[in-house]
């Protein structure tokens, strides 16, 4: 590896007290590259952080700026009048326009979709609205998005609103217009949601357990940040049903779920950011959660909030109801093996039989063997197996 | 894409973190790697990294190509060299590609194997990185050829691999059309083949493919 900082991110602490020594690395990754000297080339560039969320009506057929360029020119109306010949604008029309948002985003069911480059525009989804996130620096990632969406004009009046990624179509194999179709024919619902990660659901007690294979001490950080923030840690080890399995932030809802789930999660930070050990705080908001650069340099916030929905609706959601979207395409890829594993789990936790719970751990341990290296077995088949059956 | 250029043996002391690509090119003629390192940066339509590795060391290409691996971090990761010509959005095309199919490993349009083999190619991190022992990219044993067929058939194994043509990073070398590959190299993968590539590739047409 490049430098002491992977050295560290690399070997598995056991204890709170080797978390507390892990590194952070915000402070060196955020330098990008750096050129060596004598080298013509340029730096990386960091965009510019997020100023001003817009608060004007959009236009359909122009992706949506979360956060205006400063560097965007603005729009003199006597320049393009000395430069072409159309004709003023009807001053009602314009009026009329200015106080109502285009037809498209009349729709009750706003579903946008975040992109970051311009070559990522060609694999949207026609059937979402284009929402420019270049700019976007939060850690939060996409619920920064969320937040912003909720105070914006684009979503007020709609009785559904999201925003998912522009991978959507990648993940989930699914079109967005069959999305929204799944949508209405289940009416009534407070949220839709899906899991693109299908097999995580046979496998994993749940996907904290699950996030510990991803994430470098995934689990004493998620432990450390559930006591701070008065969470019940119970819910690291337990097994889930795959029902509420969800992954991807993929939800489109209501704006009560949105008033209920976001203040939800910002009272969850907020009070682990007080209450943490300020060198485990630091390692929360450090990009060794991400040490393979997979995720942009992502810090472990934002694989926690992902988590949290299945806590928040069986918490402070519990009234919401919830529809979750089946995704043929990834349902395809599960091998006979996946099928029975989530099979068997599901049915231990509903007939909450201990019994077949270890049964479904032991097949499992078997299959994690039989499809992983000897090394990923040694490092992690221990730690994502909890000595104690409990059922959410 | 930015480039940067710097020494093999300096390789270690910077953190090459990237949200994007990162394309690695080993050179040993640094007027060539310039030409064609600023044309593909300029070109690629799409954020990334193009480093160009001065093989200082004299390590070769699959040797300087694994510790550039094992020294970044990116979700993808490719390999080109001096002697490539890039076409317009070329990385940008085989980013589209890459996620429409699902791919795994891309194969450029190389102007040669018209796709039947990644000899510059574009690979998902996530997947490369559990290829081999010791986050090689390559296998180890190889020096100069048969690396990229040998990942190749990985990635068709896996059925990740992915050909866009207008992803163009042509290969320019007026003298290589005649060159010889390494003996050494052909003996290497004759081997590993006839054993499926440690027992993972069991058709034995595919892994037979470049024998």
Known sequence: ?392 | MDYVKVELSELSQSDWSVDGSIMVMPFTDAISASRAAELAAARSGAKGLLLAIHDDQRQGFVQVVNLAFAATKSPWFGFMAQDAFAGRDWMALALQALHKNRGVLLGFNDGKWQGALASFGLASRAWASTNYPNSAFFHTGYQRHYADAELTVLALHAQGYVYEPNSVLVEVDWAKDGAAVNASDRALYRQRAAWGFDSRVKDTTLANMFA
């Open chain 1, 1 to 392: 590896m490049a430098n002491s900082k992977n050295k560290i991110a690399a070997k598995k602490p056991s204890t709170s007290k080797e978390i507390a020594n892990l590194k952070p690395t915000t402070e060196v990754v955020r330098k990008m590259v750096t050129p060596p000297a004598g080298s013509k080339s340029r730096p990386l560039k960091r965009p510019a952080p997020v100023t001003q969320v817009v608060d004007q009506p959009i236009p359909s057929q122009v992706p949506i700026k979360l956060a205006p360029n400063k560097d965007d020119k603005v729009a003199n109306p006597k320049d393009d009048a000395d430069k072409s010949s159309t004709p003023a604008v009807d001053s009602k029309l314009e009026s009329n326009l200015a106080k109502q948002p285009p037809r498209a985003l009349n729709s009750p069911v706003r579903i946008f979709q975040i992109y970051f480059e311009g070559w990522q525009r060609e694999l949207l989804d026609p059937a979402f609205y284009p929402l420019d996130n270049s700019r976007g620096t939060s850690e939060l990632m996409e619920f920064a998005v969320f937040e912003q969406l909720q105070k914006n004009q684009a979503t007020q009046g709609a009785t559904l609103w999201g925003a998912l990624s522009w991978r959507f179509g990648e993940k989930t194999g699914m079109q967005g217009n069959d999305w929204v179709k799944q949508i209405l024919e289940h009416p009534g619902n407070d949220v839709y949601f899906c899991n693109p990660h299908v097999q995580n659901e046979a496998i994993f007690h749940n996907m904290w357990l699950q996030g510990e294979t991803s994430h470098p001490s995934f689990l004493d950080i998620s432990k450390a940040f559930f006591v701070a923030a008065g969470l019940d840690d119970k819910e690291l080890a337990a097994i889930h049903p795959s029902s509420v399995y969800s992954s991807a932030n993929y939800f489109v809802a209501t704006p009560k779920f949105w008033e209920l789930f976001i203040p939800y999660v910002r009272k969850v930070l907020v009070a682990a950011d007080k209450k943490l050990n300020p060198t485990i705080r630091d390692v929360l908001h450090s990009k060794v959660a991400d040490d393979k650069g997979l995720h942009g340099g992502a810090t472990y916030v934002p694989f926690i909030v992902e988590r949290l929905f299945g806590l928040f609706m069986r918490t402070e959601g519990k009234e919401l109801k919830a529809y979750k979207i089946a995704l043929p395409e990834r349902e395809r890829e599960l091998n006979v093996h996946l099928k029975l594993l989530r099979e068997m789990k599901d049915v231990a936790h509903r007939t909450q039989s201990a019994w077949l719970a270890a049964c479904w751990v032991n097949y499992r341990n078997l299959y994690l063997s039989q499809t992983n290296t000897k090394d990923w077995c040694e490092k992690y088949l221990r730690v994502i197996t909890p000595t104690e059956v409990r059922f959410v």
